[in-house]
């Protein structure tokens, strides 16, 4: 195949990728978008098989190993539950970030291959790029595996934190561009895995003194990393497709991760630089003094919802958690049957990734038009009769809005006091995660429903 | 003079962040955690590397150092592509419209 039609139909495949993301704009035309992505990358491969031209025992071996990593693919993506949905994608994330590494240590082996030049005498150009994508490639694996154990529970999500912490990232960091530099002049391999090495650790680095709420940050960030290493791979390669679909990719994750901040009303750096509510926290859990709040049981709570006209649902992580929400679907249900007015009310930073709830609420068949965001909903509380919180904390917290010492003081909240009154479903009185006391818990209309949250929901259904 | 095809790459690689860049914010926040699972598996495209790698060995060897690396990334850039558009898939097809019915 000539290089200039595999060229274009790299280009195509390019802007069938364009196309899969603009799908996302309405679930109506989202699972089109799907099937661009898949057709794209059907086109890639197939066009790299033909213009590699080799069809011989390695053509074979190839299909094997597409057909391995394919099944276990396959496999995890049909039998991984929606509440795993975080942890899913940072390992997924770990894999693009290995991948980008291996290639980019084939191409530095054997670079007659790719047309780079030969073993010691690598094109300039190319060994630069080749560098950049290995080492974020090792920086995308090893922070996202850090980000997987932290999500899964394997490593505490609490952020571990040292001193001189700063001081050794920043050393690291820069020892990897003098590392790249005298890798380029003296072309020795030398060099080249220890710059591997060293990307490595970083990666773990970044990631450890981060807490498991920053989570969302992390993933969007690590998305991007990858986004980032397949476009220094696709720069190497002079590949249209990988360059194309890497600035994609590198901005989709960085706007989310903008997102995710502001969600927080926190800098980036803020979030990256890590140990959140570590001193501040002291401080605030000293004035803390005994208030009084008000607890019921499922009876008290069915009878308020049965009696109001509008609902507002705000769930968070521990909804997650606790795996509450086809109960919660069943609650709601029954509201509905009485005439109640229903709808969720979504955070952008609930949950551990950005569109965490959306997902698990479409699992448990919740139409997505009765699920809004912060900005549409949030004047609705001032005429909803009940506010019902399920496992979100921080994101209700009216201090955000009033105490200017406050470490959330200026986060976009959800106006959840403002209802008639608000069932705050929970385990205990213990702060969320930010280590501050939430108001809503001592407001006047206040109901706290101490239970596991899916036991709750069916028993204020039976109730009902 | 003539232009280095680099800056040619270079530029579709800056106009591909611009067209990200619009293209993500129209992404509705309902769809975001898809969107981070589609954005994995095109990033998999990484995979055309790992082709070129695997199957670069001349004569009748089919296993060597860079080759082994390739046929190492085959695989996992595989498992990111399969899972990633059929997760994708089974999320999508979950996000259904209130019925008219009631």
Redesign the interface.
């Given at each position: 195949m000539s290089a200039n039609l595999s060229a274009i139909l790299y280009l195509i495949s390019g802007v069938l990728f364009i196309l899969a993301l603009r799908g996302l704009s309405s679930p109506e035309t989202s699972r089109q978008g799907n099937l661009f992505g898949i057709i794209g990358m059907v086109i890639a491969i197939s066009v790299t098989f033909l213009s590699v031209g080799n069809f011989t025992t390695g053509f074979i071996y190839v299909l094997i190993f597409l057909a391995i990593g394919g099944g276990i693919g396959a496999l995890i993506a049909y039998r991984i539950p929606m509440t795993a949905m975080p942890e899913l994608v940072a390992g997924f994330h770990s894999l693009v970030g290995l991948a980008a590494v291996f290639v980019a240590i084939s191409a530095f082996v054997n670079p007659q291959a790719f047309n780079l030049g030969t073993p010691g005498n690598i094109k300039l150009a190319s060994l630069i790029e080749m560098s950049i994508g290995a080492a974020v490639g090792a920086i995308t694996f090893s922070g996202s595996v850090i980000a997987f154990l932290k999500l899964q529970g394997i490593m505490s999500g609490a952020p571990i934190t040292f001193k001189g912490q700063h001081l050794i990232n920043a050393i690291i960091l820069i020892s990897i561009i003098v590392l790249t530099f005298y890798l380029c002049s003296t072309q020795s391999s030398k060099l080249f895995w220890i710059l591997i090495t060293v990307s490595f650790l970083i990666g773990f680095l970044i990631i450890i003194p981060i807490g498991g709420a920053d989570m969302p940050v992390v993933i969007s960030m690590l998305n991007s990393y990858s986004g980032w290493a397949a476009a220094g791979i696709g720069f190497t390669l002079e590949n249209t497709a990988l360059i194309i679909t890497g600035a994609l990719v590198g901005s989709s994750g960085a706007i989310l991760s903008y997102i995710m901040c502001k969600g927080m009303n926190r800098s980036f750096f803020n979030v990256i630089l890590g140990g959140f509510g570590g001193t501040e926290q002291s401080s605030v859990s000293k004035n803390k003094e005994q208030r009084p709040v008000k607890s019921g049981n499922a009876d008290d709570a069915a009878f308020l919802m049965k009696n109001a006209s509008s609902v507002i649902i705000v769930p968070g992580y521990g909804m997650a958690v606790a795996q509450a929400q086809h109960a919660l679907r069943e609650m709601v249900d029954t509201l509905k049957k009485n005439d109640i007015k229903v709808s969720y009310a979504i955070h952008p930073v609930a949950g551990r990734m950005p569109g965490h709830m959306n997902v698990l609420l479409a699992e448990a068949n919740v139409p997505y038009d009765e699920v809004f965001e912060l900005e549409e909903i949030n004047n609705d509380f001032a005429n909803a009769d009940v506010a019902f919180v399920i496992g979100a904390n921080d994101v209700t917290n009216p201090v955000a809005k009033t105490d200017p010492q406050s470490p959330i003081y200026g986060m976009p909240v959800l106006d959840v006091e403002k209802c008639k009154s608000v069932l705050f479903v929970k385990r205990s009185l213990s702060p969320g995660y930010a280590g501050i006391d939430n108001d809503l818990f001592y407001k006047e209309n206040t109901l706290m429903l101490f239970a596991d949250a899916k036991k709750m929901t069916e028993d204020i259904t039976k109730n009902l | 003079m003539e232009i280095d095809?680099?800056i040619f790459?270079l530029s579709?690689?800056?106009l591909?962040?611009f067209?990200?860049?619009y293209?993500?914010?129209?992404?509705?926040?309902?769809?975001?955690?898809?969107?981070?699972?589609?954005?994995?598996?095109?990033?998999?495209?990484?995979?055309?590397?790992?082709?070129?790698?695997?199957?670069?060995?001349n004569g009748?060897l089919?296993f060597?150092?860079?080759?082994i690396?390739?046929?190492?990334?085959?695989?996992?850039?595989?498992?990111?592509?399969?899972?990633?558009?059929?997760?994708?898939?089974?999320?999508?097809?979950?996000?259904?419209?209130?019925?008219k019915d009631?």
């Open positions: - | 095809p680099f790459r579709i690689f800056i591909s962040i067209i990200g860049y293209v993500v914010w129209s992404v509705t926040p309902s769809l975001h955690t898809p969107l981070m699972s589609v954005t994995n598996a095109i990033s998999s495209v990484i995979i055309v590397g790992a082709i070129i790698a695997a199957l670069s060995s009748d089919v060597s150092t860079s080759t690396y390739g046929f190492l990334a085959i695989i996992l850039a595989a498992i990111n592509i399969f899972g990633g558009f059929l997760v994708t898939q089974r999320m999508l097809a979950m996000y259904k419209k209130k019925k009631k």
